[in-house]
Each structure stands twice: as structure tokens, then as C-alpha cells.
């Protein structure tokens, strides 16, 4: 099973499979593909703003930084060794001032999975999700070795 020349109107010569099957296949990728297009345009001339956490981008990167910066560098603006303590207290920070999202998915009606942001106020015993990754398929990174001071 190989393809077909086809000529098009204008002269042009395409490539086609000569499968029924396939033709059917394309034709209905193709389909599928104006479809996502038109999806994606009706998105973005929505007048909805796009929103983290219930904040507008500029308003979350403000907030972001106002927190990250001054945990990440020092008063003389030079970096602070990071590990993984601070990492976390950045993202407990953070995640207080946010007003402590979270992510509940529930099936809807016509079977697919709907995603609904909830917020509360923070406790002295709500702390943000540990998440953990599997990283054991990772490859290993090797650091470049530190002089001695």
C-alpha cells in the first residue's frame, strides 16, 4: 500500500495514501485538528483573563516575588545556597498567601474529569501538599566539583 499523486486545483501535486482505511483515517485527523483549532481560538478571544490561583499573571508574579526574592537572596542581593528546607518553607509561605489552594477533580455527568479550585484560610496545622515524584528512571546529574574554601 503506497500512496497516490493527486493533483490539486491550483496544479499542485499532494501525496495521499492509496488505503481506504488510511484515506478515512486522514480525513478524519484532519477533522479533528480544525476542530482543536477552533477550540483553542474560541479560548483565547474569550474575555476570561487567564488566572493562578484566582489571580491575574501580572498580580501572581507580584505576589510571587514579594516573597521568593527576599527568601532566595540575601540583603546584598547575592544568592543563598538553596536546598531543600528553604524550598519548602518558600512554598508553605507562598502557598499561606494564596489563601491555601486546592485542587478537588470530580466526573461530571457526561463522564469526563472537571477540575475545581477551592481556598481557605490557614490554620496553624494546614501545611501545603508534599508531593512526591518518582525520579528513580531520572538520569543522575553530576555536579561540578566546588573548590575548597
Same mark, same amino acid.
Given at each position: 500500500?503506497?500512496?497516490?499523486?493527486?493533483?490539486? !486545483?491550483?496544479?499542485?501535486? $499532494?501525496?495521499?495514501?492509496?488505503? &481506504?482505511?488510511?484515506?478515512?483515517?486522514?480525513?478524519?485527523?484532519?477533522?479533528? $485538528?480544525?476542530?482543536?483549532?477552533?477550540?483553542?481560538?474560541?479560548?483565547?478571544?474569550?474575555?476570561?483573563?487567564?488566572? /493562578? +490561583? !484566582? +489571580? &491575574? $499573571?501580572?498580580?501572581?508574579?507580584t /505576589?510571587?516575588?514579594?516573597?521568593? @526574592?527576599?527568601?532566595?537572596?540575601?540583603?546584598?542581593?547575592?544568592?543563598?545556597p538553596?536546598?531543600?528546607?528553604?524550598?519548602?518553607? /518558600? #512554598?508553605?509561605?507562598?502557598?499561606?498567601?494564596?489563601?491555601?489552594?486546592?485542587?478537588?477533580?470530580?466526573?461530571?455527568?457526561?463522564?469526563?474529569? !472537571?477540575?475545581?479550585?477551592?481556598?481557605?484560610? &490557614?490554620?496553624?496545622?494546614?501545611?501545603?501538599?508534599?508531593?512526591?515524584? @518518582?525520579?528513580?528512571?531520572?538520569?543522575?546529574? #553530576? +555536579?561540578?566539583?566546588?573548590?575548597?574554601?
Open positions: 500500500m503506497g500512496t497516490v499523486q493527486t493533483e490539486g !486545483g491550483d496544479g499542485d501535486r $499532494t501525496a495521499e495514501p492509496s488505503n &481506504p482505511a488510511g484515506t478515512q483515517e486522514l480525513s478524519s485527523f484532519r477533522a479533528e $485538528t480544525a476542530e482543536r483549532r477552533e477550540r483553542e481560538a474560541a479560548l483565547q478571544e474569550s474575555s476570561f483573563p487567564l488566572l /493562578i +490561583h !484566582g +489571580h &491575574p $499573571t501580572e498580580e501572581y508574579q /505576589i510571587y516575588h514579594s516573597l521568593v @526574592d527576599s527568601m532566595v537572596c540575601t540583603a546584598s542581593g547575592r544568592p543563598r538553596y536546598s531543600l528546607e528553604p524550598g519548602l518553607r /518558600i #512554598k508553605q509561605r507562598l502557598w499561606e498567601t494564596l489563601c491555601c489552594p486546592t485542587l478537588r477533580e470530580e466526573e461530571q455527568p457526561d463522564g469526563q474529569l !472537571g477540575r475545581t479550585e477551592g481556598f481557605s484560610s &490557614p490554620t496553624l496545622r494546614s501545611f501545603a501538599p508534599l508531593i512526591e515524584v @518518582d525520579i528513580s528512571e531520572e538520569p543522575v546529574h #553530576k +555536579h561540578p566539583q566546588r573548590p575548597q574554601q
